[in-house]
């Protein structure tokens, strides 16, 4: 007999609807007394950050997919508010009941909801200020800022009715009519607090704007009230709260911000202290700011605003149907196949994809397919939450390819802390933070996917290059063996020649063959155009990329070399997958990575190159080292 479908309250609305923010921790505080989930989708356009397009590509980031997905897991129930333009056609198809959809104004909207859930209107409402607000520093100098995405807590924590500063009149009486009686303030102008006044309600300022206000100081204001309620803190942008809000409030997350990202950094990792948490959830302003947090011993689970969409751990109800499957490590080369290929002078070719954080799940259709159409083996380097939040995409690796899978293709690594992002330099994160990162990825892996299926390597993000500066720290070795992987591959020494760089008992480590541009070079080569001057001259030079942009002509380039030497050797090639693999940069690059890729099958201009997972290149290593060969 089959399981009750736990329901889900979906809120459809638009971008550009102001009173987004207030909806949505109204109605997860309702949805969470009621025992019920709650989500979002907000239809939007292509949304610009880091001076690219990044998001808000309903086809390349697979909406639909994931929209079917949950309907088909939970009993969807779903209202409406603003003008969503996806899946409304869909929910009615589906026979999927549509708890509210607003005709007349949010105090309409909010009876429909109530009344649904047999929950009486809230006595309180909680007026937050939406919109650019205007600040100016002591030097004069001015800019916007957009709050009211970080004030859920008080609605949520408060079980109030969210409200915006654009409300009118006529929507204030109405509230009146279903009972509210007290509206406090959120930010909001002394027009906003007057227009209640005057219409009788009890009103009380809950924050206001202060002199030298920023988003640190505002954020942190509202951490402080509601810390004492919360299980953690997060960390993003107006934009990225805007689309997280439902999983920072089902997890029990305030968010904190600045603009000033180091004192960010400080900041965020004091109030994460106040609370015992080790991994914090958020979109950095500058990689550099992932370092910064290190030092605190903090890691980062990357998000970004709409990839994935709902994400919903489903817990004790993940499948596991590993258990008859073969692993990765089953189908590999013999020690024999190995050796006959180091004494013909063999070169082995690793394609290593950097696919540390949850977002970057969303290349596996480009990535996968990939492997599948060249039948190259290549390694990708995840964290835990691939397999919680991504495992239904994952699993591909263990379909053969003769049922349109990626077996025996892909080998999964362990990458960085297992948990989310960290330098694991020595000096950044410390030796025991990281392995007690690791051990739980290890241990959580296994309670999903089963024992056998705990990755055997591991793949770090900075742990010889902080701020992405070569060879400027060292690496914590010891830590990644104590932690009980077979190998790893280093960013030290990279662009150099095959070398073994640390090696104890079964454990060995060895270097990749990337050529590292500098940032500069890199990110003109990635958008497709030169910086102004003054931006360009801003970028440090030291600061080398440890990944690849033009892996067939650093496959080539090694191969000349390796065999001008005469020597058998490896060449590891790692990526950094979402610009590969997320719309829109797969674009112009996926092509490049299928020419490396078939330049590998082809055996490259020489005949000497071949296939190999990143395990296969660690063993071949070793072969090659026993062998005097190295």
């Not at 001259?537 to 390796?562: F, N, Q």
């Not at 990526?575 to 490259?604: E, Q, V």
Request: with cysteine; glycine share 6%; aromatic share 12%.
């Amino acid at each position: 007999m089959s399981k009750a479908k736990k329901k889900m309250l979906l809120f459809l609305t638009d971008a550009k609807c102001s009173e987004k923010t207030p909806i949505m921790a109204t109605l997860a505080w309702l949805a969470k007394r009621k025992g019920i989930i709650f989500d979002s989708y907000i239809s939007s356009g292509i949304i610009r950050a880091f001076g690219l397009d990044i998001d808000g590509f309903f086809f390349g980031d697979m909406h639909a997919e994931q929209f079917y997905y949950i309907c088909n897991v939970y009993d969807v129930q779903y209202c409406v508010y603003g003008k969503p333009r996806r899946f409304l056609e869909d929910l009615k198809v589906f026979n999927k009941e549509c708890v509210a959809s607003a005709q007349r104004g949010l105090p309409e909207f909010y009876s429909s909801v109530f009344n649904w859930y047999d929950v009486e209107i809230p006595k309180e409402a909680i007026m937050v200020r939406t919109g650019a607000i205007n600040l100016e520093g002591p030097d004069r100098k001015k800019w916007q800022i957009f709050i009211d995405s970080y004030c859920y807590p008080d609605i949520y924590y408060k079980e109030a009715l969210g409200i915006d500063s654009n409300i009118t009149n006529r929507e204030l009486k109405k509230l009146k009519e279903m009972g509210v009686e007290a509206i406090s303030t959120l930010y909001c102008e002394d027009s906003s607090i007057e227009k209640l006044k005057n219409l009788d309600f009890k009103v009380r300022s809950i924050d206001s704007l202060r002199e030298g206000d920023s988003y640190g100081s505002i954020t942190s204001r509202i951490a402080d009230r509601w810390l004492n309620k919360a299980k953690g803190v997060a960390t993003g942008d107006p934009n990225l709260v805007t689309f997280w809000l439902p999983f920072f409030c089902r997890n029990d997350l305030i968010c904190l911000y600045d603009s000033d990202w180091k004192n960010l950094a400080s900041v965020l990792s004091s109030y994460a202290d106040k609370k015992d948490q080790t991994v914090i959830w958020g979109l950095q302003p500058s990689d550099n700011f992932i370092t910064e947090l290190s030092k605190f011993n903090k890691v980062m689970q990357i998000i970004t605003y709409e990839r994935p969409l709902f994400v919903i751990q489903l817990n004790n109800e993940c499948v596991n149907n590993c258990s008859k499957s073969p692993t990765y490590w089953d189908t590999e080369f013999s020690d024999e196949e190995l050796l006959e290929k180091a004494e013909n002078g063999q070169i082995a070719c690793c394609l290593l994809v950097f696919s540390e954080n949850l977002c970057h799940s969303l290349v596996i259709p480009r990535i996968f397919e990939l492997v599948k159409t060249t039948g190259i083996k290549i390694g990708i380097g995840t964290n835990v939450s691939w397999y919680e939040y991504a495992s239904r995409w994952m699993k591909d690796i263990l379909v053969p390819l003769d049922s349109g899978g990626c077996f025996p293709l892909i080998e999964p690594l362990l990458s960085s802390t297992g948990l989310g992002a960290a330098t694991e330099a020595r000096g950044y994160i410390s030796a025991e933070t990281l392995l007690a990162c690791l051990k739980k990825a290890q241990k959580r892996i296994a309670q999903l996917w089963g024992e056998r299926f705990v990755p055997i390597g591991y793949y770090p993000w900075q742990d010889a290059n902080p701020y992405y500066r070569p060879d400027s720290a060292d690496p914590q070795f010891d830590v990644i063996e104590k932690a009980g992987f077979k190998y790893s591959i280093t960013c030290k020494n990279m662009n150099e020649p095959p070398r073994i760089i640390y090696q104890h008992d079964d454990f060995i480590v060895i270097n990749q063959q990337n050529s590292m541009l500098d940032l500069l070079t890199y990110t003109e080569m990635l958008i497709g155009r030169k910086l102004d001057k003054e931006t360009a001259a801003s970028i440090d030079p030291t600061v080398k990329v440890p990944w690849s942009y033009t892996p067939l002509s650093d496959l080539k380039r090694w191969e000349k070399r390796l065999v001008n030497e005469d020597r058998p050797g490896w060449v590891i090639i790692s990526i950094d997958s979402p610009f590969w693999g997320w719309s829109p940069f797969y674009f112009d690059r996926i092509g490049a990575l299928k020419s490396a890729m078939n330049y590998i099958r082809s055996k490259g201009e020489t005949g000497k190159l071949f296939s190999a997972t990143p395990h296969e290149t660690a063993r071949y290593a070793k072969i090659l080292e026993s062998n005097g060969l190295l």
